[in-house]
């Protein structure tokens, strides 16, 4: 991070939400020539981040100085879209992690950026949103039903958890990455802004060893699930009933859910044919997969290899 002495300045474009005419220093962000513009507030950048605080006293002398719009320049490598992301928090405060699930790529550009600036306001109110998307007990996992997306942001996730040291959030993350291609596993995942996600190679060992535990979790547990004799007590459609639960082994595997790499989804009972089937014997069905696989949840870092690095997992 430098001002740097460089006549491309003069081409930075104007940031729409975060150029304050009343702003006091200009923050360049992204690469040169088109690099935007951020007319901040020197006060508040020094408030919350150390860092900033320590440059802006370094800021040079008045006549050694570039300047944008009569304001001193301090140019950053980050890309545009994440400083955004960082001065509408920085300026928003609390309210901007309220309401809505902030989307997965601005939560981690938001940890990311916090740590490079030491902003620990911004760490304390984003890493709950991280959590969430990356639960350690099995309730708030099947709580939140919504899947997933985009399944890749995991693998950033990982990434970013070896990089800030965030180990919780491992198991979970590694489960999803373990849904991901193979091609994406080995050789990372490009985001739309050009930025390269990538593994470290004893990652993506875990990972692909991490399949085939999963993968024998899951048709262990279906084989539990699926191995119905009788109906549900209050079953009244018993000859409609049995054959279907009867047949659904079959059926998952024809849909290639029997060994998929997921035993801590819900499995769409629907593709194994169960929409003939009554409430009481869904209600039943229902039941026995989520005790099987509740039980499991406590294996999840052993699954994915990480057991020695998670402490306080829940271990029933
Ligand atoms: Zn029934």
Same mark, same amino acid.
């Given at each position: 991070?430098?001002?740097?002495?460089?006549?491309?300045?003069?081409?930075?474009?104007r940031?729409?939400?975060?150029?304050?005419?009343?702003?006091?220093?200009?923050?360049?962000?992204?690469?040169?020539?088109?690099?935007?513009?951020?007319?901040?507030?020197?006060?508040?950048?020094?408030?919350?981040s150390?860092?900033?605080?320590?440059?802006?006293?370094?800021?040079?002398?008045?006549?050694?100085?570039?300047?944008?719009?009569?304001?001193p320049?301090?140019?950053?490598?980050?890309?545009?879209?994440?400083?955004?992301?960082?001065?509408?928090?920085?300026?928003?405060?609390?309210?901007?992690?309220?309401?809505?699930?902030?989307?997965?790529?601005?939560?981690?550009?938001?940890?990311?950026?916090?740590?490079?600036?030491?902003?620990?306001?911004?760490?304390?109110?984003?890493?709950?949103?991280?959590?969430?998307?990356?639960?350690?007990?099995?309730?708030?996992?099947?709580?939140?039903?919504?899947?997933?997306?985009?399944?890749?942001?995991?693998?950033?996730?990982?990434?970013?958890?070896?990089?800030?040291?965030?180990?919780?959030?491992?198991?979970?993350?590694?489960?999803?990455?373990?849904?991901?291609?193979?091609?994406?596993?080995? #050789? $990372?995942?490009?985001? *739309?802004?050009?930025? /390269?996600?990538?593994?470290?190679? %004893?990652d993506?060992?875990k990972v692909? !060893?991490?399949?085939?535990?999963?993968?024998?979790?899951?048709?262990?547990?279906?084989?539990?699930?699926?191995?119905?004799?009788?109906?549900?007590?209050?079953?009244?459609?018993?000859?409609?009933?049995?054959?279907?639960?009867?047949?659904?082994?079959?059926?998952?595997?024809?849909?290639?859910?029997?060994?998929?790499?997921?035993?801590?989804h819900?499995?769409?009972?629907?593709?194994?044919?169960?929409?003939?089937?009554?409430?009481?014997?869904?209600?039943?069905?229902?039941?026995?997969?989520?005790?099987?696989? #509740? $039980?499991?949840?406590? *294996?999840?870092?052993? /699954?994915?290899?990480?057991?020695? %690095?998670?402490?306080?997992?829940?271990? !029933?």
């Open positions: 991070m430098a001002a740097l002495l460089d006549p491309d300045f003069r081409k930075l474009v940031h729409a939400e975060h150029y304050h005419n009343d702003g006091d220093i200009v923050i360049a962000a992204g690469p040169l020539p088109n690099s935007t513009a951020f007319r901040v507030h020197m006060h508040i950048l020094r408030e919350h150390g860092v900033f605080k320590d440059h802006l006293a370094q800021i040079p002398p008045e006549e050694g100085l570039v300047k944008f719009d009569n304001c320049v301090m140019a950053v490598v980050d890309h545009a879209d994440d400083m955004a992301v960082l001065l509408s928090a920085l300026y928003k405060g609390p309210g901007f992690f309220e309401g809505a699930k902030l989307p997965i790529f601005t939560v981690l550009a938001l940890l990311d950026l916090a740590a490079k600036y030491q902003v620990p306001t911004i760490t304390q109110l984003a890493m709950p949103h991280l959590q969430f998307r990356f639960p350690t007990t099995f309730n708030e996992w099947w709580g939140d039903d919504s899947e997933f997306e985009p399944v890749e942001a995991a693998l950033s996730a990982v990434v970013l958890a070896r990089k800030l040291g965030i180990p919780t959030i491992l198991p979970a993350a590694l489960y999803y990455v373990c849904q991901l291609p193979i091609k994406t596993i080995l #050789h $990372g995942y490009h985001r *739309e802004d050009g930025k /390269l996600d990538k593994l470290s190679n %004893e993506i060992e692909l !060893e991490g399949k085939e535990n999963l993968m024998n979790l899951n048709a262990k547990t279906n084989m539990w699930v699926l191995d119905i004799k009788v109906p549900s007590t209050s079953c009244k459609t018993r000859n409609i009933c049995l054959p279907v639960m009867k047949r659904a082994a079959h059926l998952f595997v024809e849909t290639r859910q029997m060994c998929a790499y997921k035993p801590f819900w499995v769409d009972l629907n593709e194994g044919g169960y929409e003939d089937i009554c409430r009481p014997c869904w209600r039943m069905l229902c039941r026995k997969r989520w005790d099987g696989i #509740h $039980g499991h949840w406590c *294996e999840l870092p052993a /699954l994915m290899g990480v057991e020695a %690095e998670v402490e306080g997992w829940p271990q !029933e």
